[in-house]
């Protein structure tokens, strides 16, 4: 049975401002970090740490066919801990 629906979901605001960026700041940065146009990118950042789940998030990209694999980039920006070593 479990909770009820609405028991199961907590927002929690950003604590990051959005920042708008134009249409040639986007493909600039994309430019600087060698991203191809076209591309989807899936941003991390923070600490990276168990706790934030990277070798999850790893794992579950690999699984992806190959088709799909070569259209997205991952970008996991911020610190590495020292006691976090992925494996």
Request: some cysteine.
């Amino acid at each position: 049975r479990g909770m009820p629906e609405a028991d199961k979901v907590c927002y929690l605001p950003d604590p990051v401002p959005a920042n708008e960026a134009s249409p040639a700041q986007v493909a600039a940065l994309r430019a600087r970090l060698g991203i191809e146009p076209g591309r989807r990118v899936l941003l991390q950042f923070g600490h990276l740490t168990p706790r934030k789940g990277c070798e999850p998030l790893l794992a579950a990209l690999a699984q992806l066919p190959e088709e799909i694999g070569r259209t997205l980039c991952l970008v996991l920006a911020g610190p590495l801990r020292r006691a976090y070593a992925p494996h």
